[in-house]
C-alpha cells in the first residue's frame, strides 16, 4: 500500500459504504470520493459536494500559480 506523506485531500474509491459529510447522502462501495485525511472527512462526488471541492482547490492554485509567477 502507498502511502502519502501530505494531508493533501485526494479522490479515492471507497471500499465500504459510507454517508457524505456535507450532504448526508449515502455513498456506496465502489463509488468515487474526496477524502480529507487530516480530518477524515468524506465528501460524495455530488456537483456540491466532491466536484465542488475540486473545481475551488484548482481554481486556489491557479490563483497561486499566478501570482508567484509560474503560470503558464
Given at each position: 500500500?502507498?502511502?502519502?506523506?501530505?494531508?493533501?485531500?485526494?479522490?479515492l474509491?471507497?471500499?465500504?459504504?459510507?454517508?457524505?459529510?456535507?450532504?448526508?447522502?449515502?455513498?456506496?462501495?465502489?463509488?468515487?470520493?474526496?477524502?480529507?485525511?487530516?480530518?477524515?472527512?468524506?465528501?460524495?462526488?455530488?456537483?456540491?459536494?466532491?466536484?465542488?471541492?475540486?473545481?475551488?482547490?484548482?481554481?486556489?492554485?491557479?490563483?497561486?500559480?499566478?501570482?508567484s509567477?509560474?503560470?503558464?
Amino acid at each position: 500500500m502507498r502511502r502519502r506523506r501530505s494531508n493533501a485531500p485526494y479522490w479515492l474509491t471507497t471500499r465500504y459504504g459510507g454517508i457524505c459529510d456535507r450532504c448526508k447522502q449515502a455513498i456506496r462501495k465502489g463509488e468515487e470520493a474526496l477524502y480529507y485525511p487530516s480530518t477524515r472527512t468524506t465528501l460524495c462526488a455530488g456537483d456540491s459536494c466532491g466536484k465542488q471541492e475540486q473545481r475551488d482547490m484548482d481554481a486556489n492554485a491557479q490563483d497561486e500559480a499566478m501570482y508567484s509567477g509560474t503560470y503558464n
